[in-house]
């Protein structure tokens, strides 16, 4: 099993600048992309940002120019540095990995995507 558990929710006021971060645990072969996705209330999830190891990264409309996603490899965690939130930006942030798993015989397994449990950000204005 491979476990993603975020940290960095909060209540931040518009205009601020917060970080998340995420941490990938567990038998882990390799991590291929890493990122972020977002849902608030009584709307679909949506793309924030994600980060693949060949450096190509992805942004949400939405977020583009306002957030940075970055990755400590070493340490299978991946960051999301967001500048100048909105009242929009509030809603639950999922961490999102693409992986292999390392199995029992040590040979890695097939490409898995992960999700993180979600935390909570809210932007006050």
């Known amino acids: 099993q491979v476990q993603l558990v975020e940290s960095g929710g909060g209540l931040v006021q518009a205009g601020e600048s917060h970080t998340l971060s995420c941490a990938a645990s567990?038998?882990?072969?390799?991590?291929?992309?890493m990122g972020w996705y977002r849902q608030a209330p009584g709307s679909q999830r949506e793309l924030v940002a994600t980060?693949?190891?060949?450096?190509?990264?992805v942004y949400g409309d939405s977020v583009q120019g306002r957030f940075t996603v970055s990755r400590d490899n070493a340490k299978n965690t991946v960051f999301l540095r967001m500048d100048n939130l909105k009242p929009e930006d509030t809603g639950v942030y999922f961490c999102y990995a693409q992986y292999r798993r390392r199995t029992p015989e040590g040979v890695p397994g097939v490409t898995r995507t992960g999700w993180g449990q979600g935390t909570q950000v809210t932007v006050s204005s």
């Open positions: 567990g038998s882990i072969f390799g991590i291929y992309v």
């Open positions: 980060k693949a190891n060949t450096g190509n990264t």
